[in-house]
């Protein structure tokens, strides 16, 4: 008798076993886990962390409205620590352990250069959120940006310094990597084209805080005007020019917004024009406001465009998903066909280089605050 009950009892655990993975079968997935490669130590560490608070207020708003298809969204977060070495090694553990199909970051040029190979080796769709490079663009692979490419950005700041500022001769001091490489070589090419002249182009390393040398030479070329690249250098630059009596019109790029260039520099960043992404926490569209009520009642303060590019970056991959599957060459042809997708940093597509297609904005810095310009170059409000 005990054994019959022993056999029953087996019998039972088999059939529940059975059950239990047909059910698993034909439900599929109860998670979809993508991946995120951010910098939360050594230099990008702030431009990293903003980004990963954006993209946290998505993850939340996607599963509070039911996931996708039902199925809870869950990020696996890797620190690549600023450093290509550590960002190819956490992409590697993404692709072949957690098996992701979708990596968003990083939020640096030089990371996302040294990930885009096994991305596209492990067939990963690596989606950067803030980088700028121009060697980033290659077609039809699995690489793709949610930032205007340095080139786009550069085209446009040439045009507007050309045209609407009356500035015919320019120096360029850029920083000597891809992402001020790529600045530099839009802008001479836009800035030439169009007619302007660059009379000096002066490259500088990173961790370089002396710029004595490149701006006696801005001081004899005697331009128009200064383009300056960088991140907290620029702070210096400025500082260092007005120690030198070095009076110039400058224009620059989202590095103005680096938040210790203005601990650095003080009043000096007033008058600066630059041009970058869009992104306007003060904007009265409704997505925008929603969006800034999420963020400002979970971290205390309004969003920036890093956190703000994440945020659409998550959507716009759970969206993919939604409506391709959990495959990444759908994935990936989805995105390539993508149009107009409604995001808080604009309606964006994707061009056949994965680049994004979207609208350049150019801001001015006045009284310490980074304001938009409209058309005629006056302050929006």
């Known amino acids: 008798m005990k ?67 039902g199925k809870k969204l869950d990020i696996i977060l ?79 700041l040439a045009e507007v310094a050309y045209n609407k500022l009356g500035l015919k001769k320019f120096v360029i001091i850029y920083l000597n990597n891809d992402m001020g490489k790529s600045y530099e070589s839009g802008f001479k090419e836009a800035f030439l084209k169009i007619g302007g002249g660059i009379v000096d182009s002066e490259a500088y390393s990173p961790d370089v805080y002396d710029f004595r040398t490149q701006l006696i030479k801005v001081k004899v070329a005697k331009p128009d005007a200064l383009f300056l690249v960088g991140h907290t250098e620029i702070g210096y630059v400025l500082k260092q020019m007005k120690e030198l009596g070095i009076s110039l019109k400058v224009i620059s790029e989202i590095g103005i917004e680096d938040p210790k260039v203005k601990e650095i520099a003080g009043d000096l960043v007033n008058g600066i024009i630059y041009a970058t992404a869009s992104y306007n926490s003060k904007s009265e569209i409704p997505l925008v406001k929603e969006y800034e009520l999420r963020y400002f009642e979970k971290y205390g303060r309004h969003s920036d465009i890093f956190a703000a590019s994440a945020y659409d970056a998550v959507r716009i991959v759970a969206k993919a998903i939604k409506e391709a599957g959990y495959n990444c060459e759908a994935i990936r042809d989805y995105l390539f066909k993508m149009k107009d997708f409604p995001g808080v940093t604009g309606n964006i597509s994707f061009d056949r280089n994965g680049d994004v297609i979207k609208e350049v904005a150019i801001k001015k810095v006045i009284d310490g605050e980074y304001r938009f310009l409209d058309e005629n170059l006056k302050p929006m409000r």
Request: hydrophobic share 45%; net charge positive; charged share 20%.
């Open 78 to 156: 890797e620190d690549d620590k600023s450093n290509g070495k550590d960002a190819v090694s956490a992409l590697l553990k993404l692709a072949t352990v957690n098996k992701v199909k979708v990596v968003i970051g990083p939020c640096a040029s030089s990371l996302a250069l040294d990930s885009a190979p096994v991305a596209n080796k492990n067939k990963v769709v690596l989606f950067a959120t803030t980088i700028s490079a121009d060697k980033y663009s290659t077609p039809d692979d699995f690489t793709f940006r949610n930032w205007p490419s340095a080139k786009l950005i550069a085209s446009k």
């Open 3 to 69: 054994k019959t009950w022993i056999t029953i009892g087996i019998v039972i655990i088999v059939a529940l076993t059975i059950v239990l993975v047909v059910t698993q079968t034909k439900s599929g997935l109860k998670v979809v886990k993508i991946g995120a490669l951010f910098s939360l130590t050594g230099d990008a560490a702030s431009y990293g962390e903003r980004s990963v608070e954006g993209m946290n207020i998505a993850l939340a708003e996607i599963n509070d409205k039911g996931g996708i298809d």
